[in-house]
C-alpha cells in the first residue's frame, strides 16, 4: 500500500504494537523504536517487542528501557511488523502480532509472500527506516525530533554500510540530509557502528588476524578462532562478527571464510565474498545459506579436516 494509506492506517488506531525481527539489528531496532516514539507524540498508544538480544554496537539503541519492557496488552488495533521479510522473524511474538484487529509489514527486503493484511514493502530503499520516514514525513513532521531523526540516521547508516553499499540511493542520501537537518550526532553514531570495538574485541582481532591463512595465490582467506584465543582474550563467540570482513577487504581476496569453533568438533562459518564469488552456493554445499556477498552455515568434525571440506568448496567457486 502507498504511503498516505499507511497514514490512514495509523491515525484511524489508538492502541498499535510493533514487532522488530529475531537477531535484531540496528535497521530494525531504530526503525521501530523511532517509529513508537512519534506514534507516542501523536496520542497513541504504543507497545514494542523483539525477540532477541542486546549486541555491543547497538548499545546506544537497545536499551533495556526501550524495548521489550511492555506488557502484552489484551488487544490492539493494529500490529506492526518492523523490517521483518518473513513472519518467522517475529520469533515468538508471531501469535501476538497475528492478534492485531489490522497487521501491517512495513519492510525493505523482497518477501516471498506477504503474511500480515497491509503491506508496505519497497525493495529498492536502502533500509526501513527509509520508509518509516516517509510515513512520518506525510502524517506530521511537527512530531519529529532529534531523538528521533538519530535513531532513524542510525538505521539508514547501518543497513547501507555508511552509505557504502550498492543499496545507497538519491533517496537515501536526500533522507540522511533532511535527518542532519534535526541536527543528530551523526559523526559519533559512525564513530559507534563502524569503527569503535571493545577492548577485548581488539586484543582478539590482533592475534586472530597475526594468524590469518591464504590459499590459491591470495584468493582465499580464512580466519580461524578457536577455544584457546577466546580464553586468552576473554571474548567470546560472541565477539567474531565482523573480523571477517578484515580479511576479504584485502586486496585480491575474492573469498574470506572464519572458522569459529563453538563447541568441541564444532563450528561455525561465515563466508564473505567479493563480485560475483557466490558465497550463497558455497554455504549451500554445507546445508547452509545467505546472501550472494555474505553467507553462513554449521559444520562439525576434527578442524583439519573441516578446512579441507571448505577449502575445496571455495576453489570450486572461485
Ligand atoms: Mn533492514
Not at 102 to 107: A, G, I, R, Y
Not at 279 to 304: C, L, P, T
Amino acid at each position: 500500500m502507498e504511503i498516505i494509506d499507511v497514514v490512514k492506517l495509523l491515525k484511524s488506531a489508538k492502541i498499535i504494537a510493533l514487532f522488530s525481527h529475531i537477531n535484531p539489528d540496528c535497521d530494525t531496532i531504530g526503525s521501530t523504536l523511532a517509529l513508537r516514539a512519534f506514534l507516542q507524540k501523536a496520542g497513541k498508544t504504543v507497545s514494542c517487542f523483539c525477540d532477541g538480544e542486546l549486541k555491543f554496537d547497538m548499545g546506544d539503541l537497545y536499551s533495556a528501557e526501550a524495548i521489550n519492557q511492555d506488557a502484552e496488552l489484551s488487544s490492539y488495533d493494529l500490529t506492526i511488523a518492523v523490517d521483518c521479510a518473513a513472519e518467522d522473524r517475529i520469533g515468538k511474538y508471531v501469535t501476538l502480532f497475528k492478534k492485531g484487529r489490522k497487521t501491517l509489514c512495513v519492510d525493505h527486503h523482497l518477501q516471498d509472500r506477504s503474511y500480515a493484511m497491509y503491506n508496505c514493502i519497497d525493495p529498492h530503499s536502502g533500509a526501513t527506516a527509509e520508509l518509516i520516514w516517509l510515513i512520518i514525513k506525510e502524517y506530521d513532521l511537527t512530531f519529529m525530533d532529534v531523538n528521533i531523526a538519530s535513531l532513524l540516521y542510525t538505521a539508514l547508516v547501518t543497513d547501507t554500510g555508511n552509505f557504502g553499499f550498492s543499496n545507497t540511493g538519491v533517496r537515501t542520501l536526500e533522507i540522511a540530509s533532511s535527518l542532519l537537518q534535526y541536527g543528530i550526532p551523526n559523526a559519533d553514531i559512525s564513530y559507534k557502528h563502524f569503527r569503535e570495538i571493545p577492548f577485548d574485541t581488539f586484543k582478539l582481532k590482533a592475534r586472530v588476524l597475526s594468524k590469518a591463512q591464504f590459499f590459491e595465490q591470495n584468493r582465499i582467506g580464512i580466519l580461524t578462532f578457536t577455544k584457546e584465543d577466546f580464553v586468552a582474550t576473554g571474548t567470546s563467540s560472541a565477539n567474531t562478527s565482523n573480523l571477517v570482513n578484515e580479511i576479504v577487504n584485502v586486496a585480491g581476496v575474492d573469498i574470506a571464510v572464519s572458522i569459529t569453533e563453538v563447541r568441541p568438533n564444532g563450528y561455525k562459518i561465515s563466508v564473505r565474498t567479493q563480485g560475483n564469488v557466490d558465497a550463497n552456493a558455497i554455504a549451500s554445499v554445507f546445508g547452509g545459506g545467505g546472501h550472494k556477498n555474505a553467507s553462513g552455515f554449521m559444520v562439525n568434525g576434527f578442524y583439519g579436516n573441516v578446512l579441507d571440506d571448505i577449502l575445496k568448496a571455495c576453489k570450486d567457486h572461485l
